[in-house]
């Protein structure tokens, strides 16, 4: 495993759609292994690929209630909406308030290749739908109504 460095806005990889993997194999097991040594070494709850400049449809999440790893995730059930504060590994000091579902099902592959199905709601459901935007070129900057620069506390 290796901490990898984790791309800042500005960098194309972060605005491009990501490729969906074809194949789990063992690149795709130390790419999730070394994403999860990032994000937590930075501190994060959640970490997309294309934040470590791999352009592949992978995420991985951690909000506390144990490690959560999805290849080719995909929501396929949300309800309700809520406003709530998010920050970004890739915009260092920079908050915002964004709206996002308060509830959210996704569905995607695990490192083994198996069908999963996470549900969640609050931090998690927030965590999901942020890390997939992530898989479709999207940054929290571009849906957040408030920004805020500092603690975000």
Same mark, same amino acid.
Do not use: W
């Given at each position: 495993?290796?901490?990898?460095?984790?791309?800042?806005?500005?960098?194309?990889?972060? !605005? &491009? #759609?990501?490729?969906?993997?074809?194949? =789990?194999? $063992?690149?795709?097991? *130390?790419?999730?292994?070394?994403?999860?040594?990032?994000?937590?070494? &930075?501190?994060?709850?959640?970490?997309?690929? +294309? *934040?470590?400049?791999?352009?592949?449809?992978?995420?991985?999440?951690?909000? /506390?209630?144990?490690?959560?790893?999805? =290849?080719? +995730? &995909?929501?396929?059930?949300?309800? /309700?909406?809520?406003?709530?504060?998010?920050?970004?590994?890739?915009?260092?000091?920079?908050?915002?308030?964004?709206?996002?579902?308060?509830?959210?099902?996704?569905?995607?592959?695990?490192?083994? /290749?198996? !069908? =999963?199905?996470?549900?969640?709601?609050?931090?998690?459901?927030? &965590?999901? *739908?942020?890390? =997939?935007?992530?898989?479709? /070129?999207?940054?929290?900057?571009? $849906?957040? #109504? #408030?920004?805020?620069?500092? *603690?975000?506390?």
């Amino acid at each position: 495993m290796a901490v990898r460095e984790i791309v800042k806005a500005g960098d194309k990889v972060l !605005k &491009a #759609t990501a490729t969906p993997v074809t194949r =789990i194999d $063992k690149r795709i097991r *130390q790419l999730l292994d070394d994403m999860v040594q990032t994000m937590h070494a &930075a501190d994060g709850v959640g970490l997309a690929a +294309p *934040q470590v400049g791999v352009s592949l449809r992978v995420i991985v999440i951690d909000v /506390g209630d144990g490690l959560i790893e999805l =290849i080719n +995730p &995909a929501i396929t059930e949300s309800e /309700g909406c809520e406003n709530g504060r998010e920050g970004c590994l890739s915009v260092p000091g920079v908050y915002g308030e964004v709206e996002r579902f308060a509830k959210v099902t996704v569905e995607g592959l695990d490192r083994s /290749g198996r !069908k =999963i199905r996470v549900s969640g709601s609050g931090l998690l459901a927030r &965590a999901l *739908q942020h890390e =997939i935007d992530h898989l479709e /070129g999207v940054l929290f900057i571009e $849906k957040a #109504t #408030t920004i805020y620069k500092g *603690q975000g506390e």
